[in-house]
């Protein structure tokens, strides 16, 4: 047995790939057009990690989530998210990042003509097949949230909070092992927002890996974990 | 997490696009009934104009066929001998390959099959129609030369010696050359119309569903079924425009060409049905195969 791990071991290293659960940025430089937001940033996150990354707005913490699974492509730097090398792909392979991690954005990009469980089932239909009853899942995950009896409900009868909690069911419904999550405590109550952190760190327990960014002073102060602090200023001509 | 096996995701997973696609097609119903309507005038007006065109440049090519066959008219009066040493002398130029004699009767019995002359044929007491030396012409180059010997001759009448001119020959295939150029030009017209029509609808489907598209594409649903109910779309609009055109085709297979056959015997047009089979065949296909293309030209975001 330890023949065999010396030998896995060695192949990770040998490919450079970090383990699974991980994320590792190694000088990313990345900005939209003529301005880089950042530039030679290095990070890393160990599975099961939890981790803040807070800066004033406009600092570039979407951007950094964003290029975590892919949507903004580093101009230069390595990013391994998972043990996928999110730099190498092309547009059309962020798939292959976004069905590994479970993602919460900003602006919660519901579809508004599908109700809340719809949200929730629908991209565990098309993205993932393979899971044995998606149904019971994204009820599951509803519950998990505590929206289980808005199931029926479309986005646009739902409050910011509900809309928001919509979200984190559809991150979650599909149990990845790392979750990048991008202000989810912006639009709800203190009290939701403490369930919301620990429902965050329950996941967190159970070895999930966790990147959050956000503002919410009450969320860093009652739910301590490590912070990455992102400058504003550095942006630069690219 | 509970996974299936791929004997039973597979077949689930087929099930969930269609369900996905035809959510997406259900609220655009009326809009892509209006499209295919219009995808099918326009196809359905360019295989109008093809069928006539593809009958007419058969008759032509039929009829250059024949033009090969190269006659020289000889007076009543020519001796045996004057002939078979104008056959010779026709038989020896270069771009001729055979020369054979033919009789007054021989192109009496000929006329009478010929549906322009068998009126001729058929009311008149002594027989119009010359003897001739029907010439072979392996190029339609030799008509000059062949005219040139035979207007010397004795033995060819002297008012008609031949059967046409060179020039007409150029005419002719001339002509057929066109026709030819006219088919694949209203093809690929049409076809370019018909892309345009249907790729505005596809463009305004896109615009209509940037959005949830952005959403599908940010939660990893994979891409390309993402682009399948546009797909999808832009091949039933194909399919349900070629069918029209179909119908188009075969009413005017069925009704007007016999029409015009009967009233205009000397376009010849002749039997409609092979010709019609392959135009529908060869919209379907290369309309299919167009919107497709167009459909999977739009840009999804990264
Ligand atoms: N799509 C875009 N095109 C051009 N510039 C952009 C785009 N998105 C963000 N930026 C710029 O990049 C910088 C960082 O933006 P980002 O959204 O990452 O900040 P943030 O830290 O998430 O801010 P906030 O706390 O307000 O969400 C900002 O200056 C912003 O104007
Ligand atoms: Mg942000």
């Known amino acids: ?238 | 997490m509970r996974f299936v096996p791929a004997s039973t995701w597979a077949p689930r997973y087929v099930g969930s696009v269609v369900a996905y696609c035809w959510r997406c097609w259900r609220h655009r119903m009326m809009i892509w009934l209006a499209t295919a309507v219009a995808v099918g005038a326009v196809l359905s007006l360019a295989v109008a104009a093809e069928l006539f065109l593809v009958l007419a440049s058969r008759s032509l090519a039929y009829q250059a066929r024949t033009a090969s066959e190269f006659q020289v008219f000889l007076s009543d009066g020519a001796q045996a001998s004057q002939v078979s040493q104008l056959e010779s002398q026709i038989t020896d130029l270069p771009g001729v390959k055979s020369v054979s004699y033919r009789s007054k009767q021989q192109a009496l019995a000929i006329a009478r099959q010929d549906p322009t002359l068998a009126r001729m044929a058929q009311y008149t007491q002594n027989n119009p129609f010359p003897a001739s030396l029907v010439v072979q012409l392996a190029d339609p180059a030799a008509a000059s030369r062949v005219t040139a010997v035979a207007v010397k001759d004795p033995a060819t009448d002297p008012q008609i010696p031949t059967s046409y001119t060179p020039g007409q020959g150029d005419k002719l295939s001339g002509f057929l050359s066109l026709a030819r150029g006219l088919v694949v030009g209203i093809a690929v017209a049409a076809l370019g119309v018909a892309s345009l029509v249907a790729v505005v609808l596809l463009r305004s489907e896109i615009r209509a569903r940037r959005p949830e598209l952005r959403i599908l594409v940010l939660v990893g649903t994979p891409r390309l079924v993402i682009r399948l109910p546009v797909l999808a779309e832009a091949c039933s609009l194909a399919v349900a425009g070629s069918l029209l055109a179909t119908l188009t085709l075969s009413a005017m297979g069925t009704r007007v060409v016999p029409v015009i056959n009967s009233y205009l015997p000397f376009l010849q047009l002749g039997n409609p049905t092979n010709s019609m089979a392959l135009l529908s065949v060869l919209t379907l296909a290369s309309s299919v195969l167009t919107l497709g293309f167009c459909s999977l030209m739009v840009r999804l975001p990264r």
């Open chain 1, 1 to 238: 047995m330890p023949e065999l791990a010396r030998r896995f071991g060695g192949w990770y290293r040998k490919l450079g790939v970090p383990a699974p659960g991980s994320i590792q940025l190694r000088n990313v430089t990345a900005g939209y057009g003529g301005i880089n937001v950042f530039s030679d940033l290095a990070l890393d996150v160990r599975p099961g990690e939890f981790v803040y990354l807070v800066g004033p707005s406009g600092a570039g913490k979407s951007t950094l989530l964003k290029v975590l699974y892919g949507t903004v492509r580093p101009r230069r730097g390595s990013v391994f998210v998972d043990g996928v090398a999110v730099h190498r792909l092309h547009s059309w392979q962020t798939g292959k990042i976004r069905r590994r991690v479970g993602c919460i954005f900003q602006e919660f990009e519901l579809l508004a003509h599908l109700t809340a469980l719809e949200n929730v089932l629908l991209p565990l239909q098309l993205a993932h097949p393979r899971i044995h009853d998606p149904q019971a899942y994204a009820l599951d995950a509803l519950e998990l949230v505590g929206l289980k009896d808005k199931a029926n409900e479309y986005p646009q009868t739902l409050s910011g909070g509900q809309q928001q909690r919509v979200a984190i069911a559809r991150a979650i419904a599909h149990q990845p092992r790392i979750l990048l999550a991008d202000e989810p405590t912006g639009n709800v109550d203190s009290r939701t927002s403490s369930e919301i952190m620990e429902l965050f760190h329950q996941l967190n327990e159970l070895g999930g890996t966790v990147v959050m960014a956000t503002h919410d002073e009450y969320v860093l102060s009652r739910f301590p974990a490590r912070t990455i602090e992102l400058q504003p200023g550095l942006l630069e001509a690219a």
